[in-house]
Structures are given as structure tokens and as C-alpha cells.
């Protein structure tokens, strides 16, 4: 069990990882039993069989930032004090020479993102900015590194225990927490003191957000900003959730108010405050604590729904536009690892990339991904007749990717699978700017003029298609 202090908050939480090539999630605060142990050691041996006969070729992580500040506070209820003392600024040991580049190696972007939360306006009780990445966050990225290097340097030799650009490439989204995120990965990867003596600064590849593939871009595709608006908008007024909206607006004392599109409360930024003082140890309002569960499951089905869509109509359309172009670069890069020579690709992300991404998969489960949730893609060639292989994991465990029979599947089989999802750049702008966006655009004026869904509809938003 590891243990740190982080400037009044206690930190504790397992880095148990199991052998052969799968990163284990780790858990803040938990400890496995006997029993477990046992489970993780066959499960363990299983995977070892499996790949006896592949040599791992190349590594995709693709991971979600670590604990932050919130971005979302709630309405008719107290702020608690984020000071920037405590929860803000860099621990030292993830501190070493770094440089956030373009994607062509020319300067970074500026960060709308970041400049909006910077607003003295946007500032949270005690100073601390919105969603910033914070010592807890930090720490849980190094330690998330120390796992990647057991994993993939030291069990499986698969890159050099010193840094080696040729060998690992770094990307962020172009926001400071995810920057961050990466930083700190890398430093417990290859330690701070070892990173501080290369000749250059590690680079963090990022590149403007209207052109990112590692989040959803539903500022510049009208077609996805539709579905996602329909979800974000008007997801309180679906039938299951707008019941247990109306009683968690009644707790926080909200005036009743039933015009559709007109409530007050979003589950999501309900959820959003709630995690982020249970991450930093701070009380959130008791009356809540009987319907956290609910509050969890109902932000879970609305952000699946903002980036895989409600209907299921649009639902292969939502997961092309939200996460097509990632999994393009995704399926590009296993495709051409020997061209690339690289070893291991980190993309630092956000819950919406995996959302979206788990989705398009077939493999969310409806349970929001915690900080430092992470998705690997690992390429294996079999030694014979060198025909390559994807194995997916989400959170440490194996997953069975959309059409696949198991979880190593061939590379042919999985893009044949999950492939048409993928998307390029002149199709994303063809379909963003289609008529397909009038469709949906009026389905969704019936549904704002009051449309209720039928007890089919109801059920659909219950059990989305797949899952």
C-alpha cells in the first residue's frame, strides 16, 4: 500500500499489478483479499498462455487526467475552499525540464480553455482555478507511471529504462491539466533527476482544439454539438431522469419549475462537485448521500448519451463523429508500428475520450471513468507467421472489443469490427456539414416543443443498444 502526505491530504491506494502485460487500475484507499489475490494470479497465468508464442510490439494509452478541482459547482449550495497552498502547484518530484509543442514542433496553441478558467470571475472559493490538476491528481499520475514502468519496461523490456524520445511518444489535449497529467506519468516512468539531465526537454505534443482527435469536438461539428446538446440541454427532461431531477432540485431548494428545457440542475454538474470533494476529503450535503447512486448513475447515462447519443437511430453517426478520428489514429498507428518505430504512445485525455471511445467499443459500463481511468491498445506479433494481434484493457482488465470472440484478436478482425467508426478528416467535415444535421435538428425541436417518449423510447434510455 502506498501512503503519501500531500500538503494536508492524506493519500493512500493500491498499486497492486498483475504479471504478463495488463495495467491494473488502482484504487484509492482499497486492498485485495486472499481470495482476490488468488483470482488475479489464475486470471494472471491465463494471460501468460495466451501469449505464449507473441512478442509485444507497441503500446497505446490512452488515459484520463488525474483529480481535479471541479469545473461544475452547484447551485443553492455552499462552496468549500480550493486555496491554491494546499491543492495547487507542482510536486517536486514531478518536476523536470518539459516543453509543450505543437504537433509540428513550433510553439504550443493557446488554450481558450485554459484562459477561460483563468478569469478572475471563474476563480473558486480560495483562489484555486477550475478543473486544474492538483497535488492529489499529481500524485496519482506518478504513481500511475511507476505502474507503467514496471509493466512495460522492467516485465516486459519493451522500451529503455532511460528516456528515449525514438521510443515513446507523449500527447496532450491542449489543456493544463492534461499537460500536467502527462508530465507527471512520465516523470514516474524515468524520475524526475534522470528526465533533468537529457540534453533537451521532454516534449508534450498537443495541437489546437478544433483540430483535436483526442476529445470530442462539438465546437466545430454542428452535426455532433446537435446530438451533444440534445443530451447536455435536455437530458433532465428524459423520461426517468426528469423525475429524479425534480427531487434533487426540491433537496437543493430550487422554486418548482416544470417547463421543459427550464430546470436549474444538471446531473452532471451535480456529480462533478460531488466527486471532486470526495476526492479532497471535503463533506458534500448529507441530504444528497441517500441519492448518490442515483446521481452517479443518472450523470453516467447522460454523458453516454451526449457522445454516443439517445436515439439509437443516431447512434453509429454519434460515435464517428465523437471518437472516429481517434480510433483512425488509433488503428493507423498499430497498422504502420514498424514504419513508426515507436514503442509507446501516451495520449492524455479526458472522461469524454473515454466515453465516447468505450462506447464505440462496446464495452462501457455505465460507470463514470475515475481519475486515471486509462484504455491500452497493445499490438502483438505472433512469432510464426508474424500476423499481428490487438488486445484491448480497460482499467486493467481484458476486454472483448465490439464483434470480437476474445480478447486477442487478430488486427484484420478488429478493424473489420470496430473500423467503419473510424473516420478521416475530409469524411468528418463532409458529414459535419451535411443535411443529415436538419434530420436530427428537427427531431430534436419535436422533442423541445414537449414530445413525450412512448414506453419503447423509455426503455431504450434504460438499456442503451449493445450494452
Keep these: 500500500m502506498f501512503n503519501r502526505k500531500v500538503v494536508g491530504v492524506s493519500v493512500g491506494f493500491s498499486s497492486c499489478l498483475a504479471a504478463g502485460v495488463g495495467l491494473n487500475f488502482f484504487k484509492?484507499?482499497?486492498?485485495?483479499?486472499?481470495?482476490?489475490?488468488?483470482?488475479?494470479?489464475?486470471?494472471?497465468?491465463?494471460?501468460?498462455?495466451?501469449?505464449?508464442?507473441?512478442?509485444?510490439?507497441?503500446?497505446?494509452?490512452?488515459?484520463?487526467?488525474?483529480?481535479?478541482?471541479?469545473?461544475?459547482?452547484?447551485?443553492?449550495?455552499?462552496?468549500?475552499?480550493?486555496?491554491?497552498?494546499?491543492?495547487?502547484?507542482d510536486l517536486p518530484y514531478t518536476v523536470y525540464k518539459y516543453q509543450a509543442v505543437n504537433l509540428d514542433g513550433g510553439p504550443r496553441p493557446i488554450s481558450t480553455y485554459d484562459a477561460h478558467y483563468s478569469k478572475p470571475e471563474r476563480l473558486l472559493k480560495g483562489g484555486a482555478k477550475r478543473g486544474w490538476l492538483t497535488k492529489l491528481g499529481q500524485d496519482q499520475m506518478y504513481q500511475i507511471g511507476r505502474l507503467l514502468r514496471k509493466q512495460y519496461i522492467q516485465e516486459a523490456k519493451m522500451i529503455d529504462s532511460e528516456f528515449n524520445p525514438t521510443q515513446i511518444y507523449i500527447r496532450s489535449t491542449n489543456i493544463g491539466r492534461t499537460i500536467a497529467t502527462a508530465r507527471c506519468i512520465v516523470g514516474g516512468m524515468f524520475g524526475y533527476q534522470n528526465l533533468n539531465k537529457l540534453p533537451e526537454?521532454?516534449?508534450?505534443?498537443?495541437?489546437?482544439?478544433?483540430?483535436?482527435?483526442?476529445?470530442?469536438?462539438?465546437?466545430?461539428?454542428?452535426?455532433?454539438?446537435?446530438?451533444?446538446?440534445?443530451?447536455?440541454?435536455?437530458?433532465?427532461?428524459?423520461?426517468?431522469?426528469?423525475?429524479?431531477?425534480?427531487?434533487?432540485?426540491?433537496?437543493?431548494?430550487?422554486?418548482?419549475?416544470?417547463?421543459?428545457?427550464?430546470?436549474?440542475?444538471?446531473?452532471?454538474?451535480?456529480?462533478?462537485?460531488?466527486?471532486?470533494?470526495?476526492?479532497?476529503?471535503?463533506?458534500?450535503?448529507?441530504?444528497l448521500k441517500p441519492h448518490r447512486p442515483m446521481i452517479e448513475e443518472n450523470a453516467s447515462k447522460v454523458m453516454y448519451y451526449a457522445f454516443c447519443a439517445?436515439?439509437?437511430?443516431?447512434?453509429?453517426?454519434?460515435?464517428?463523429?465523437?471518437?472516429?478520428?481517434?480510433?483512425?489514429?488509433?488503428?493507423?498507428?498499430?497498422?504502420?508500428?514498424?514504419?513508426?518505430?515507436?514503442?509507446?504512445?501516451?495520449?492524455?485525455?479526458?472522461?469524454?475520450?473515454?466515453v465516447?471511445?468505450?462506447?464505440?467499443?462496446?464495452?462501457?459500463?455505465?460507470?463514470?471513468?475515475?481519475?486515471?481511468?486509462?484504455?491500452?491498445?497493445?499490438?502483438?506479433?505472433?512469432?510464426?507467421?508474424?500476423?499481428?494481434?490487438?488486445?484491448?484493457s480497460y482499467n486493467g482488465k481484458d476486454q472483448i472489443v465490439r464483434g470480437c470472440s476474445s480478447e486477442l484478436t487478430s488486427l484484420e478482425d478488429f478493424k473489420k469490427n470496430v473500423g467503419h467508426y473510424a473516420i478521416d478528416k475530409k469524411e468528418y467535415n463532409e458529414v459535419c456539414s451535411s443535411n443529415i444535421l436538419e434530420v436530427i435538428a428537427k427531431d430534436v425541436m419535436a422533442?423541445?416543443?414537449?414530445?413525450?417518449?412512448?414506453?419503447?423510447?423509455?426503455?431504450?434510455?434504460?438499456?442503451?443498444?449493445?450494452?
Design 201 to 287: 526537454p521532454v516534449k508534450i505534443h498537443v495541437r489546437q482544439q478544433s483540430e483535436d482527435e483526442l476529445l470530442p469536438r462539438t465546437g466545430v461539428c454542428r452535426v455532433l454539438r446537435q446530438i451533444n446538446h440534445y443530451a447536455m440541454i435536455h437530458g433532465g427532461d428524459l423520461s426517468g431522469l426528469r423525475e429524479n431531477r425534480l427531487l434533487i432540485e426540491d433537496l437543493l431548494g430550487f422554486e418548482p419549475d416544470g417547463t421543459p428545457g427550464k430546470h436549474k440542475l444538471n446531473f452532471i454538474d451535480v456529480r462533478d462537485d460531488i466527486v471532486a470533494r470526495e476526492t479532497h476529503g471535503y463533506p458534500y450535503p448529507e441530504k
Design 447 to 467: 422533442q423541445e416543443k414537449g414530445e413525450i417518449e412512448d414506453s419503447e423510447d423509455k426503455e431504450r434510455s434504460d438499456t442503451p443498444a449493445g450494452m
Design 310 to 354: 439517445h436515439q439509437e437511430s443516431e447512434r453509429e453517426l454519434a460515435m464517428k463523429l465523437s471518437t472516429g478520428p481517434l480510433l483512425k489514429l488509433l488503428i493507423d498507428t498499430a497498422e504502420n508500428a514498424e514504419q513508426l518505430g515507436t514503442k509507446m504512445y501516451l495520449y492524455s485525455c479526458h472522461d469524454s475520450t473515454l
Design 356 to 392: 465516447g471511445l468505450l462506447g464505440t467499443l462496446d464495452v462501457y459500463d455505465f460507470n463514470w471513468p475515475p481519475f486515471g481511468s486509462h484504455v491500452i491498445l497493445e499490438m502483438y506479433e505472433n512469432k510464426e507467421d508474424k500476423k499481428k494481434y490487438v488486445r484491448v
Design 28 to 89: 484509492k484507499n482499497s486492498k485485495l483479499d486472499n481470495n482476490e489475490k488468488g483470482t488475479q494470479k489464475t486470471e494472471a497465468e491465463k494471460r501468460k498462455i495466451l501469449l505464449d508464442g507473441y512478442e509485444l510490439k507497441q503500446v497505446q494509452v490512452i488515459i484520463r487526467h488525474g483529480a481535479r478541482t471541479p469545473i461544475h459547482t452547484m447551485l443553492n449550495t455552499e462552496q468549500v475552499d480550493y486555496s491554491n497552498q494546499m491543492f495547487i502547484g
